[in-house]
């Protein structure tokens, strides 16, 4: 029904950059909120950054000014932009989105399947 299409990890040094996307795809009505969490092992799935459909963002304190999310509403695409990574950087990073499907009358949560960032020290 709703498949979230992620690309763009990948292993970069420190100081580094790269560009994560998330193509959504489906029978989809309208997507409310997108953004980007993160995992490292052992620990819980963190939000890293979200963006609502009318451009507002939000960023947890360790990535602002280093990491800055867009979405692409025609293309129904989230990007996140990672500018200065660090080591502590490195985890697995899931798009996320709330999105209602054409037959559906609420909105539910969807998840891609993750793709692996790595900085290197």
């Known amino acids: 029904q709703v498949q979230l299409v992620e690309s763009g990890g990948g292993l970069v040094q420190a100081g580094g950059s790269l560009r994560l996307s998330c193509a959504a795809s489906?029978?989809?009505?309208?997507?409310?909120?997108m953004g980007w969490y993160r995992q490292c092992p052992g620990k819980q799935r963190e939000l890293v950054a979200a963006?609502?459909?009318?451009?507002?963002?939000n960023y947890t304190d360790s990535v602002k000014g280093r990491f800055t999310i867009s979405r692409d509403n025609a293309k129904r695409t989230v990007y996140l932009q990672m500018n200065s990574l660090k080591p502590e950087d490195t985890a697995v990073y899931y798009c996320?989105?709330?999105?209602?499907?054409?037959?559906?009358?609420?909105?539910?949560?969807?998840w891609g399947q993750g793709t692996r960032v790595t900085v290197s020290s």
């Open positions: 489906g029978i989809i009505a309208n997507i409310n909120t």
């Open positions: 963006i609502t459909s009318g451009g507002s963002t």
């Open positions: 996320h989105a709330n999105l209602r499907l054409y037959y559906g009358l609420r909105y539910s949560d969807y």
